[in-house]
């Protein structure tokens, strides 16, 4: 297999005066990037690379819908999908359209789907939702007890409102009662579609990534890290994948005497090496240290020998995703983060991103702000108001940082928040997509997600909250929708680098939600395979390629 070879970063000869540094991406300031510049793909990333595009705004008015083989806008009836059954439908309904105005129509609701038509314009008038893409169903208030009025709430940011006459059969469900059972069938004991479904492609979807074959890419094994089996049955750590990178002079043994001083056992483990200095990138999650300073000296040698491993660097550089209030706070909780003190050679940084209660107030805000107008005059403040720019920009100027240490400076990382689930990916994977220029290719950014965020145990399930009609659950968070925003960002400042675009990604979000494939539905690696792998559901890159 291949390796990774010479080093494929972004943007690494390129200046530019109107481009922002590392110290101005963590400020609290936004500006537009600069689009006119091209960029070659073998261009290496400077700190002075990055911006956060203000651009990210006229792409939510009106979402582009990209072209795939499951959506076809043209057609008057749903095609139904293998095991999609008819549950209801209503006739005389108007759809009460925010941009064109009430819409009348019939709706159709399947165990996937809701389909609304109108034939009387020209073109027809279609709506094809996903079910998965409900989070709430609200009763609204009719003008007559005969008039059944209600709204969807969507997780992609849309609000729809439908309206119609009540059937006269008072045993029958009404739609408004269907709707509730299948948006919601975990909720109601229900299988989600996607374990239903059940189509043959010629390609199996979950094939995209190997870790063997990733880590050989990459050189691993090599005299300085080794390939363990010790999680082979999750029993270290139940979240991480069964697979792991870890030092060559650090037995299994004693990875289980780290696993124990690590929130969740989420040891320090490889993602990526450099494949010429060796510096290399390590996530984990937080030490448990507590009120009381607590050490293990079997921590502090562990992360010795990442640092011992490449040979260019006498230094170790910890990048804590939280801000450094949050992270004191957590040794209440018996967390926290190292001490210098403890850890020698390494030096701490905090990068400041903020948890998952205050992103997912954030989106909400933003929502406010884009859906269903936007008010021009105010657009920036208004925007601005939301923070989302600021916590994307946050994110993105931390991932920069990671990068520029491992490739200006040589120097391995180790990156954690408090789990090491949500903000950690965001971080490894944005710093390896601006590293590795396999990674900006289509397979390969697969593998990033693959890696990176599924085996990683990224919790898509409590985040999205699949099939749950639970919509105020505080584990709901868009921390992968931001991932996919950063990356949005990169793709404007450098279309050149990469293989792919905003259809690509924007299709990646609507099998987010859809429920049509398994890859998104669980909480991680081991969780997949017992209950997604081993029905004849298929996984989403089946269909990106």
Known sequence: MEKSGSVDSLGSKRTSSRQPSVDSLSSSSTSRSDRSAQVKPSSAMSSDSVSTSTEFSPELRVKPKPKQALRDSVKEEPQLLPNEKVQDMAHDVTYVCPFTGAVRGSVTVTNYRLFFKCMDREPAFLLDLPLGVVSRVERIAAGSS?????GLVCKDMRNLRFAHKQIEDTLRKSIFEVLMKFAFPVSNGL??????????????????YDPITEYKRQGIPNESWR??????????CETYPSTL?????????ELKRVAAFRAKGRIPVLSWIHPESQATVTRCSQPMVGVNGKRSKEDEKYLQAIMDANAQSHKL?????????????????????ESEDAYQNAELVFLDIHNIHVMRESLRKLKDVVYPNIEDSHWFSNLESTHWLEHIKLILAGALRIADKVESGKTSVVVHCSDGWDRTAQLTSLAMLMLDGYY???????VLLEKEWLSFGHRFQLRIGHGDKNHTDADRSPVFIQFIDCVWQLTRQFPAAFEFNEYFLVTILDHLYSCLFGTFLCNSEQQRLKEVRDSKEDGVFVVLH
């Open 146 to 150: 005969r008039d059944v009025s209600y």
């Open 191 to 208: 299988q989600i579609y996607a374990f239903e479904y059940t189509q043959v492609f010629p390609e199996n979807g979950w094939k995209v």
């Open 227 to 236: 390939i363990t089996k010790v999680n082979d049955h999750y029993e270290l």
């Open 245 to 253: 990178a870890v030092p060559v002079n650090i037995p299994d043994e």
């Open 317 to 337: 550089f910890i990048f804590d995703a939280r801000p450094s209030v949050n992270a004191a706070a957590n040794k209440m909780k018996g967390g926290g983060y």
């Open 440 to 446: 900006r290719t289509i397979r390969g950014f697969e």
